[in-house]
């Protein structure tokens, strides 16, 4: 394996479903995060962490929660979604957090909330 | 306040055309890194290049090559030749600071390009 993976690549969900999203780094990284990407809009930056200390949570949503048992591993809880919850979901990883450590993104997870 | 506007939406072009994507930004930092990367079909975001804003020698990687301009706080891309293969949409990203979440991306809003045969 190599570079960040992601499971699963798609997901359909009902809105009263729980389910997780998970991603991996194989990279030797020590910073992970979550991005959500909707049609027509920016990457948005959802959570940080920073050797599996969240450093930033840019008011998501508690639907969303995100686990990161160590620092190559990150998954991503789902409960109650919305339908406009649906988007590509991607991970990313970097050396270090911030600048100037460029992010290497895994394929996603293609999310559709029924 | 950071921004970063990519003002073309989609780009079309046949293959062989040289083709540049515009990027402009917004900081209030002296010190900043500017982003290229590509998004094919398959969903996962490449990362293309990096420049920090002490260092305005424009760049060039094989058929790509990029125009880092302070003056008018841009950081264009320019693909020659453009192949099929280059179909994607292209995201510029800014990142100011040292170090820390104040260096988080911030990404523009992509570049959709259609290489066509």
């Known amino acids: 394996e190599t570079g960040v993976t992601q499971t699963p690549r798609h997901l359909v969900m009902g809105m009263t479903n729980k389910k997780s999203l998970k991603c991996e780094q194989h990279l030797g990284h020590n910073a992970m995060y979550w991005y959500k990407q909707s049609a027509k809009k920016p990457l948005e930056l959802m959570f940080v962490?920073?050797?599996?200390?969240?450093?930033e949570n840019n008011s998501v949503p508690s639907r969303f929660s995100p686990e990161c048992p160590n620092s190559s591993h990150l998954f991503l809880h789902l409960h109650t979604l919305q339908p406009e919850d649906s988007a590509l979901y991607l991970c990313?990883?970097?050396?270090?957090?911030?600048?100037?450590?460029?992010?290497?993104f895994g394929p996603g997870t293609r999310l559709t909330v029924t | 306040a950071q921004k970063v506007t990519q003002a073309q939406t989609e780009i079309s072009v046949v293959e062989k055309e040289d083709v540049t994507l515009d990027c402009v930004y917004e900081?209030?930092?002296?010190?900043?890194?500017l982003f290229w990367y590509k998004q094919p079909p398959s969903g996962e975001l490449v990362f293309l290049i990096r420049r920090n804003s002490f260092d305005e020698q424009n760049e060039i990687s094989g058929r790509y090559s990029w125009n880092f301009q302070k003056s008018t706080s841009s950081f264009n891309f320019t693909i020659t030749a453009s192949q099929v293969v280059d179909s994607a949409v292209y995201f510029c990203?800014?990142?100011?600071?040292?170090?820390?979440?104040?260096?988080?991306?911030?990404f523009g809003k992509g570049t959709k390009l259609s290489v066509k045969p």
């Open positions: 900081t209030r930092d002296t010190t900043y890194y």
């Open positions: 962490y920073s050797l599996e200390e969240r450093v």
């Open positions: 990313a990883s970097s050396l270090r957090t911030g600048a100037p450590y460029e992010q290497y």
């Open positions: 990203a800014l990142s100011e600071g040292v170090g820390g979440s104040q260096g988080n991306l911030i």
